[in-house]
């Protein structure tokens, strides 16, 4: 008896199923995924290109489906070749989720929990998982070909897939309610400054300044708490650097595309099972000095690294990049002394302030609005005074109103303040109107 003969007297049993619905799919996906895990070996599979996988599956399908004299349509056979490539290879239910090129986040909570941000709002998809299990399958299926494990011993994963999205996984017993999985979204086209204009994310007037302060090396920290667009400001401001610089990244998790030639991409490696093999952010920025950087990018400095970033920023090593995560510019200075102090018990705050303000220019404020958008609420420069560290800030997005759909409006604009790198940015042969930094001089943007 050919499974068509026994699924059609096990349907016959049931309230009347259609042959063409779910529950038809449903089971022959399980039988010939069950025959796929007894009768091949999946783990050869997953090793080959994306490419020969899912043709080396959808050969063995439809060779099992004409052995068994399996009757079905084209369309259903398109379906189950989908469901058992996806389930079998691919990442399940996610894999359209991962084929919309506008969703950002995709976050698993539970099984009918799917959440996903698209263009800076989070709404509830409509993909769901069988069950729990179905969860930890393709959380197994995702950090499998990176080298990770996942279990009871080890309950956490942090990892990125082939296309460079980051993905974070949890199981119990710390998950308390069963799997979670978090995957951000790597943009196969890196923004440019002008996608961030046409989002109103900052004026071009706020775009200029930016762009001529990292092409004239000034050191700039971007501010900001998770999910304001640190990372793509870095990596947008990062591409004004001129072209024949060298460029060192260090990344807790390599997320930057620069598009460039002459970059050297360095990544941290946790500890293994047994505890070893560590190597930390702070042992890359000092293993970067070593390889002639004119420019070094720190994705996120977190700790110790903080020091020998700004020693580096002091040290013939200017025009260096990096974000933090503060929710004012102050903060990210306070952070920043106090990451300093922590690590370098021998340090006070009267000499750790100046240090930092020598090596810091520009500090550039991040925010992501309740209504989804993303702005640079400020940008600052760093001076002291009498002693104390602070901040004057240059750009500002000022809060004007919120209309009946929660939409945020505002406006770009200068304070007047002219900054003291006004002259260093002249004098790298860029043009500064007299009225760059007036309240009323060039033309800041409305947004919302």
Do not use: W
Not at 6 to 33: G, I, P, W
Not at 293 to 304: L, T
Request: glycine share 6%; proline share 4%; with cysteine.
């Amino acid at each position: 008896m050919s499974i068509f003969q026994k699924l059609s007297s096990r349907l016959d049993e049931q309230v009347q199923v259609e042959k063409t619905s779910e529950d038809y799919l449903d089971f022959l996906f399980q039988h010939y995924k069950d025959r796929l895990l007894k009768e091949t070996n999946l783990d050869h599979l997953i090793k080959l290109p994306i490419y020969q996988k899912r043709k080396t599956i959808e050969k063995l399908i439809t060779e099992m489906l004409e052995q068994e004299k399996v009757i079905i349509t084209q369309q259903d056979k398109t379906d189950l070749l989908n469901m058992i490539l996806n389930d079998s290879v691919g990442f399940g239910p996610l894999e359209p989720l991962l084929r919309e090129e506008d969703i950002t986040e995709i976050m698993v909570n539970g099984p009918n929990e799917v959440y996903i941000e698209r263009r800076g709002t989070i709404t509830l998809s409509d993909v769901t998982f069988k069950n729990h299990d179905h969860i930890r399958h393709i959380i197994d299926r995702i950090v499998a070909p990176i080298g990770r494990r996942i279990d009871e011993s080890s309950p956490l994963v942090d990892g990125r897939l082939e296309d460079g999205s980051r993905v974070n996984a949890a199981i119990p017993p710390v998950a308390l309610h069963g799997p979670v999985l978090t995957i951000r979204k790597f943009k196969k086209d890196p923004y440019s400054m002008n996608d961030l204009i046409g989002f109103q994310t900052l004026s071009p007037q706020m775009a200029q300044f930016l762009e001529m302060a990292a092409a004239s090396k000034l050191n700039i920290i971007i501010s900001g708490g998770t999910g304001s667009g640190k990372t793509t400001l870095l990596n947008v401001v990062s591409a004004a650097i001129p072209l024949g610089e060298r460029i060192i990244t260090i990344e807790d998790m390599a997320e930057l595309r620069l598009g460039r030639k002459n970059v050297v991409s360095l990544e941290a490696r946790p500890a293994n099972m047994e505890g070893s093999g560590e190597i930390t952010i702070r042992q890359l920025v000092r293993n970067a000095l070593r390889m002639r950087p004119d420019r070094i990018i720190v994705g996120e400095v977190r700790g110790g690294e903080a020091m020998d970033m700004l020693q580096a920023m002091n040290t013939g090593h200017e025009g260096s990049l990096t974000t933090i995560h503060a929710n004012t510019p102050q903060d990210a200075m306070s952070r920043i002394e106090a990451m300093i102090l922590m690590n370098n018990s021998s340090m006070t705050a009267e000499v750790v302030r100046p240090f930092i303000s020598a090596a810091i220019h520009l500090v550039v404020q991040t925010l992501r609005l309740t209504d989804g958008t993303r702005r640079i609420v400020s940008i600052a420069e760093a001076v002291t005074q009498d002693g104390q560290l602070n901040l004057k800030e240059i750009f500002v997005f000022n809060r004007k109103s919120v209309e009946l759909n929660g939409r945020i409006i505002g406006n770009f604009e200068a304070t007047g303040y002219v900054p003291d790198c006004a002259n260093r940015i002249r004098s790298f042969g860029n043009e500064l109107p007299s009225d760059f930094f007036s309240p009323k001089g060039g033309s800041m943007n409305h947004a919302g």
